[in-house]
């Protein structure tokens, strides 16, 4: 059966064929569908996990037991699962186990371009790099032979075009895998230094297995066009040459990269007059060539940075620059994204504004980094996940070093991202003393990414009820007096809560409460707690509404100024109701309209 | 000789699901197709874009610069952000409609003006009022089978069958509309 798949969806499927039975991952762009994917195979355990450390742990806990396994995150996502990662390698596996690292060349929704190849050469792990769907679902399959004949976690490494582009796939049948009973390794899972320094030369005495097999790997092979030039490429920027050069140079397609073919890649750059080197990020095949002695082409010609698309590769190696249509600029302007009409964050960001001379704002991952825009332009710095607790700690003790400081730290994170890394940055925070205004913005998903569930939705990822996580009775567990859980959407609740937090001298952390508009399943309790949520509309009264755009603070995108009439009017089609607008109103302009059960 | 086909306009028009049904008709016909998007903002009044690139062999999923022979607008200013995908003597279809973007919203920046009178007098158009014919057909969300019934008109290929792949890919529910809504467009054109 032919089907037309994304790069997720064909890594999903894959992972289904190849007989998974356990698979964790943790939420980020562009690597979210593939979990979601492969939770919809019923055959397979899948979880979402607080972070991708645990993701990871999770996933070498199921191998070590004898099942197959499975972890896929986003490429800073690599960052978090570090740790277990370079000892798993020494460690090796029981039941296969592949971790789908999703890199993103050109940053299209991440904060940094890291290449995560050198993860592979630096964990001293087998690594794997589809050009497309079919390859995407047929080398996954193949990375679980590899991982258990080399006794090694596959490194597998996407990026966004080949996750979020879509081709057409071939799909096959469910391999039964059996469960390999569990025996006691002491040699090889209890990572102490008498053991790990056995381990160290098992991995190098792999890594020379590996090299032999990447010569003959059938992801390695040669397209002989009978040219004077060569091409050497992996992953996306293989298709992108193809694309570029056609019929007119011979390719090196490089499917295996760790350890790299050094034979191959020898033979091949001794066979043409030029070889070029395309490939996105780092210059790491390049790298491998010159310490070969080769000569290639790379980033000395190549842009070091973006995706390497086949009009960079047309503009740099042939010369060729496309020819388009041109008009003035000025019949467009910017589109950037904004809070949804009805987002919990509005009133919030509103509010907090006003007290933009009396506070440093520590940001973090999520819905809410939108408040570095209009209107609301209210982050001072953004880095991590989780580190908008922490940072926020280092900077207050700083700046209360002057004995005159005035200035409060408030930092910024939503409940995902608190679960994620926030809770050990805030038990770091009453621990050590600090004194930093801590806001939860809690909208009961984990937006960002579409709607995942986490450990406070009540939901697991494969639909069945779960536990949820207390935000308020936790966070007083681990030692803060001052703690106050409110409803965003009402601003002089949320303006009091702000003054409240500013005039003490010590750790407090607000909690505001309130789904993102955008969530789709709820619990009973959640309809109990958040009643009549989304069942009226505002409606502006044109005589009474001067034009004053004091309501446009909100940065809702529901409301229109008229340059006409200067007159705002609400979209009826967005608006859901929140009141935010109603309530900045100061002539009473903005009523609510009845219930649209 | 591949083709290529890109669908613009803002989070929400369902240029995602218009682009989505294009697909389906072009495998079911038996060519090569690939598919491209960039997620993320789609649903936070964001720009959004699908590309299609279609023939006997594909290898790049995205469509360069100068390269699009359709270019399929939801809205006016993504039809003028975008223009430079197209080819010379490529066609431009678009939704005469404007969203505003948080920029032109809160009347800082004027929403741009005669964008398609002077795109038109660049590049082959057809403007067509999908909004006013959503409308009229009772639910504003067909506009993007308003905009697939016009390319389906425009695009030169062998036949194809529309009608199967709109209906494997809208609910039940919503096939007679949505059939209507694509009837509509492809009336648009003579």
């Not at chain 1, 592979?120 to 080398?139: C, G, H, T, Y």
């Not at chain 1, 060729?320 to 509005?346: A, M, Q």
């Not at chain 1, 450990?455 to 069945?464: R, W």
């Not at chain 1, 409240?500 to 789709?520: D, F, G, M, R, Y």
Request: with cysteine; hydrophobic share 35%.
């Amino acid at each position: 059966m032919r089907k037309i798949l994304s790069g997720n969806e064909a890594i999903a499927r894959g992972v289904f064929e190849a007989g998974v039975h356990f698979a964790s991952a943790y939420p980020g762009t562009p690597s979210t569908e593939i979990l979601q994917n492969v939770s919809t195979y019923k055959e397979i355990i899948a979880e979402w996990a607080s972070n991708e450390k645990v993701a990871l742990e999770s996933v070498i806990g199921a191998s070590i037991a004898g099942g197959r396994s499975f972890a896929a995150m986003k490429h800073v996502g690599v960052n978090v699962a570090a740790d277990p990662l370079f000892t798993f390698s020494y460690t090796g596996v029981t039941g296969g186990c592949v971790l789908v690292t999703a890199d993103e060349p050109g940053m299209y929704s991440s904060q940094n371009e890291q290449d995560n190849r050198n993860y592979a050469k630096f964990a001293k792990i087998p690594m794997m790099e589809p050009s497309n769907s079919q390859e995407s679902k047929d080398m996954i399959i193949d990375a679980y032979n590899i991982s258990e004949k080399y006794d090694s976690v596959v490194l597998f490494r996407m990026t966004t075009r080949v996750c979020h582009s879509k081709s057409i796939v071939e799909l096959g049948e469910r391999k039964k895998i059996d469960i390999i009973p569990y025996v006691k390794k002491f040699d090889k899972y209890v990572a102490v230094p008498a053991i790990g320094r056995k381990l160290r030369h098992k991995v190098e005495y792999r890594t020379n297995r590996l090299k032999e097999y990447s010569e003959i790997s059938k992801w390695n092979y040669e397209i002989d066009n009978n040219s004077k030039t060569g091409v050497i490429s992996s992953g996306i920027s293989f298709e992108y040459a193809k694309e570029a050069f056609g019929d007119t140079v011979s390719y090196l397609k490089l499917g295996f990269t760790n350890p790299l073919p050094n034979k191959l890649i020898s033979d091949f750059c001794d066979k043409y007059d030029k070889v070029y080197v395309i490939e996105e990020n780092d210059p790491y095949i390049e790298e491998f060539i010159k310490i070969l002695g080769k000569k290639c082409i790379g980033k000395d010609l190549f842009p070091y940075t973006g995706e390497m698309t086949p009009d960079v590769i047309k503009k740099y190696a042939l010369s060729e620059n496309f020819d388009s249509i041109e008009l003035d600029e000025e019949l467009f302007v910017g589109r950037p994204p904004t809070f949804c009409s009805g987002c919990p964050h509005r009133g919030f960001f509103y509010e907090l504004g006003k007290k933009r001379n009396q506070i440093i704002v520590s940001g973090d991952i999520g819905c809410y980094s939108l408040a570095v825009g209009e209107p609301y332009n209210i982050m001072d710095w953004l880095i991590c996940m989780g580190a908008s607790l922490s940072s926020g700690h280092g900077a207050q003790k700083i700046l209360d070093l002057d004995p005159n400081n005035k200035k409060r730290i408030v930092s910024i994170i939503g409940d995902s991202t608190f679960f994620h890394t926030g809770i050990n940055s805030l038990i770091n925070t009453v621990y050590n003393g600090g004194k930093t205004i801590n806001v939860i913005l809690d909208n009961r998903t984990t937006g960002m990414t579409g709607q995942q569930d986490n450990p406070g939705t009540g939901y697991k990822l494969q639909g069945e009820y779960s536990t949820v996580l207390d935000i308020e009775a936790m966070v007083k567990a681990i030692g803060i007096k001052h703690v106050r859980k409110i409803d965003p959407n009402n601003l002089q609740v949320v303006k009091e809560t702000i003054d409240w937090a500013l005039e003490l001298n010590e750790i407090s952390v607000i909690i505001t409460s309130w789904p993102c508009v955008l969530k789709k399943k709820y619990r009973e309790e959640d309809y109990e707690l958040y009643n009549d949520m989304w069942k009226t509309k505002d409606v502006v009264i044109p005589d009474k509404c001067t034009g004053c755009k004091l309501c446009l603070k909100s940065g809702c995108p529901s409301l229109i100024f008229d340059p006409g009439n200067k007159k705002v009017i609400i979209d009826s089609n967005t608006c859901v109701g929140c009141d935010i607008c109603l309530q900045i109103c100061p002539f009473d302009a903005i009523v609510k309209e009845g219930f649209d059960e | 000789m591949n083709k290529s086909i890109k669908f613009v306009g803002v989070g929400g028009q369902g240029t995602i699901l218009a682009a989505k049904i294009m697909c389906n008709v072009l495998i079911n016909a038996g060519y090569d197709v690939k598919m491209s998007e960039i997620h993320g903002m789609s649903q936070r009044n964001g720009s959004v874009s699908s590309e299609i690139r279609y023939g006997d062999k594909v290898f790049s999923p995205v469509i360069e610069r100068g390269s699009a022979d359709i270019l399929i607008s939801f809205e006016q200013m993504e039809a003028a952000r975008n223009i430079d995908y197209l080819k010379k003597d490529g066609i431009l279809i678009v939704n005469n409609h404007k969203i505003n973007s948080m920029v032109t919203l809160n009347g800082k920046v004027p929403y741009p003006k005669d964008i398609i009178k002077t795109i038109s007098n660049k590049v082959k158009t057809y403007s067509l009022e999908a909004q006013q014919f959503a409308n009229e057909l009772g639910n504003v969300k067909v506009v993007n089978l308003i905009m697939l019934g016009v390319l389906s008109k425009i695009l030169l290929s062998k036949p194809l069958e529309w009608e199967k792949a709109i209906e494997e890919n809208v609910k039940p529910q919503f096939l007679d509309i949505n059939l209507k809504a694509f009837k509509i467009g492809q009336n648009q054109v003579r």
